[in-house]
């Protein structure tokens, strides 16, 4: 059964029994995840423990290390993996490329670019870093978006060929500029550019936690419309989609989430490209809903960074290293079984 | 409109148009290889450019010519021409004309290789770095390939596209690992990852030669044959070409000819998309002229960016990969401006 119509009174809606299923598995799987993540660390908790600290019944040491360390760092995985994932749906059916992704208008690039200026020649602490790439990634987004125009229709295909070239001339640049750099300069923005949520707290999370469910809204609002796109343009405009207005707006949707996450954690790989991958495969769609991506997005990022502490505590690596790992062989595991089972 | 499924709109070049072009990428090319051979951080009088060519007299101006600019520029013309037509490979065998080495996982198990090789066991030079690089391309190449479906791409071209991005990504993730707790490794594998074809010489040029001369020979062979491949499995097995056949050759080709391009200059990403893509829309889409006009014009940007870098740089340089982007990435927008691509 592919949908199925639910309706209360004069209210009806369709839905995706499959893809309902998955995004509660999903969402159990990421509720799971955050709360061991709380519970492990220097000073053990036990799950009850946890849920009595939540709740608040706590004593002071369990309330300092769930509240003050650990939930902003959990929290922030989930909505930056969230925004993550989204980003990457939207992308994906917009340039209609299971290879999509933020990268492809240059954001990523972009964003590394204004990173890499921040610690190299601005040397900046981490509000300047994250300021630096979020400018340099809109910057570059709206540059690649004119550039895509031409007689005032922005042709996704003509979108993703300018965000390569930008990508490119970027990459090359940041190529550059890090071998230019002073060693110990240059591992730092290695770091940051790998995407790590070491030490992230309250002042992360709750900005991305606001930019996700403003975005999150956004990007829903306009899922049917961007599910009616992928018909193609004159179907769509057809049954009535103002095409380029939505489209602008699933643009700017996009960026924005992907802005905010970068900012807080750094162009986490992986994420916006596997995600809806993963989502993809497990609703059987043949296009996966954002929200069921961004749900997807949280749990991965959420695990990793769980594993990236742990694996080889006590040193805790940069999850940006984990995400790619893990994303990269959870795919290529998908595809085997995939290829075992005769589909495709 | 669709990147995915559609070939870009095939457009049939008319064929008079098609030899201009081929003759002009050919002039251009014969130009870089002289500016590239001529020019340098070290000014050297066009005579006694000459002069080294014709009658070697050892004296530096003659070293700098014939023992660095014409290996160099050797390496430049092989290394480029691998990568124009491995990307034509990959965009036919995946039919995403977005593919290119670097999608297939080609440089990413190259890198893994390599940042291996410098920190667990210490290799320095270059010529040290050829066989790892290769043997990790190589073994990437084989992973994307067979979970990609293997010859049975046709059902799905993206898979193999999603399989490379899949293994790229996991082998990424082993390489930042690696380096962000070596620094040693780091400082080296820094200059590695922007691409040059500085200090490479002959040895490395000997080393990466058999395979990018059997994967050109190899891609020559099957033009006619993944022509008819686009017209679907069916058509093409009427017309007398076993697909799965032509699928294997195709990927094998791009393997050898991304393998050694990597392994001799590092990954130069940009040219192995970008000129196959602007080639379909001057001599349209037939396989035989993208990869004959891609082997031309690939070389050329990339010996033009290495000039460029030479000259703009002195008195040290900028490195190939660095500038191959900033010459072919604005050049390649303005031709998807210009030419509206109906991708």
């Not at chain 2, 600019?69 to 021409?81: E, I, K, N, S």
């Amino acid at each position: 059964m592919r949908s199925a119509v639910l309706r209360v009174g004069p209210v009806s809606t369709r839905f995706a029994p499959r893809a309902v299923l998955a995004g509660l598995l999903i969402t159990l799987v990421a509720a799971a995840t955050a709360v061991y993540s709380l519970t492990v660390g220097d000073y053990p908790l036990s799950v009850s423990e946890v849920l009595a600290t939540l709740s608040g019944h706590g004593d002071r040491a369990s309330e300092f290390a769930v509240y003050g360390l650990r939930l902003p760092r959990v929290l922030t995985a989930l909505f930056v993996g969230m925004a993550f994932g989204m980003a990457g749906a939207v992308f994906q059916s917009l340039s209609r490329n299971p290879l999509g992704s933020p990268d492809i208008i240059g954001f990523t690039t972009g964003s590394a670019t204004g990173a890499l200026i921040g610690i190299l020649l601005l040397g900046g602490g981490s509000l300047v870093i994250a300021g630096s790439a979020v400018i340099g990634g809109l910057v570059v987004a709206a540059l690649v978006y004119l550039l895509a125009v031409t007689d005032g229709v922005v042709r996704p295909g003509q979108l993703v060929l300018v965000g390569i070239g930008a990508s490119a001339v970027l990459a090359s640049f940041n190529g550059y500029l890090l071998t230019r750099a002073d060693l110990g300069d240059a591992m730092q923005a290695a770091v940051w550019l790998t995407g790590s949520l070491n030490g992230r707290g309250w002042e992360h999370a709750i900005p991305v936690g606001v930019a996700v469910a403003l975005g999150g809204v956004a990007v829903l609002c306009l899922a049917r419309p961007l599910d009616t796109l992928a018909l193609g343009d004159d179907t769509a405009g057809g049954l009535g989609v103002p095409i380029e207005r939505v489209r602008r707006a699933l643009l700017i949707g996009a960026v924005a989430l992907t802005a905010v996450a970068t900012a807080s954690a750094g162009p986490v790989p992986f994420i916006a490209l596997a995600a809806p991958q993963v989502a993809r495969r497990l609703t059987r769609s043949p296009d996966a809903s954002p929200l069921v991506a961004g749900l997807t997005g949280a749990a991965l990022l959420a695990l990793a960074d769980l594993a990236a502490q742990r694996l080889f505590a006590p040193v805790a690596l940069p999850v940006g290293v984990l995400t790619a790992a893990l994303g990269g062989v959870y795919l290529v595991w998908l595809l085997a079984a995939q290829r075992k089972a005769g589909r495709w | 409109m669709t990147i995915l499924s559609a070939r870009p709109a095939i457009r049939r070049a008319s064929s008079s148009r098609r030899f201009i072009a081929l003759a002009l990428a050919g002039v251009v090319l014969l130009i870089a290889v002289v500016a590239s051979v001529a020019l340098g951080a070290r000014p050297v009088p066009l005579g006694h450019v000459w002069a080294a060519l014709t009658d070697y007299d050892g004296s530096s101006d003659a070293v700098a010519v014939r023992d660095l600019r014409l290996p160099r520029t050797l390496l430049g013309v092989f290394v480029g021409a691998a990568l124009g037509v491995a990307g034509c490979l990959m965009q036919a065998l995946t039919r995403n004309p977005l593919a290119e080495p670097g999608v297939l996982g080609v440089n990413a198990g190259a890198a893994a290789a390599i940042v291996s090789a410098m920190s667990f066991l210490g290799v320095t030079a270059p010529a040290g770095y050829v066989w790892f690089a290769m043997a990790g391309a190589g073994g990437a190449f084989a992973l994307v390939y067979l979970l990609g479906g293997g010859g049975r791409i046709k059902e799905s071209p993206a898979r193999l596209a999603v399989a490379g991005t899949a293994v790229g990504a996991a082998l990424t993730g082993f390489t930042s690992a690696v380096v962000l707790f070596d620094s040693t490794a780091f400082d080296q594998f820094r200059f590695w990852a922007v691409g040059a074809l500085a200090d490479r010489g002959m040895p490395v040029f000997w080393q990466v030669a058999p395979f990018l001369a059997g994967g050109l020979l190899l891609a020559a062979s099957i033009g006619p044959a993944l022509n008819t491949l686009a017209l679907g499995d069916d058509q093409s097995r009427s017309l007398g070409s076993n697909p799965l056949v032509v699928r294997g050759t195709a990927a094998l080709a791009a393997v050898a000819l991304s393998a050694g391009a990597t392994a001799a200059a590092g990954p130069i990403g940009f040219v192995g998309l970008a000129v196959p893509h602007a080639a379909r829309f001057i001599v349209g889409a037939d396989e035989r002229w993208l990869m004959a006009f891609s082997a031309l014009a690939a070389p050329s940007l990339l010996l033009i960016a290495d000039v460029t870098g030479r000259v703009l740089g002195r008195p040290g340089e900028l490195e190939t990969g660095v500038v191959t982007a900033m010459v072919g990435a604005p050049l390649f927008i303005y031709l998807v401006r210009r030419l509206r691509v109906p991708a």
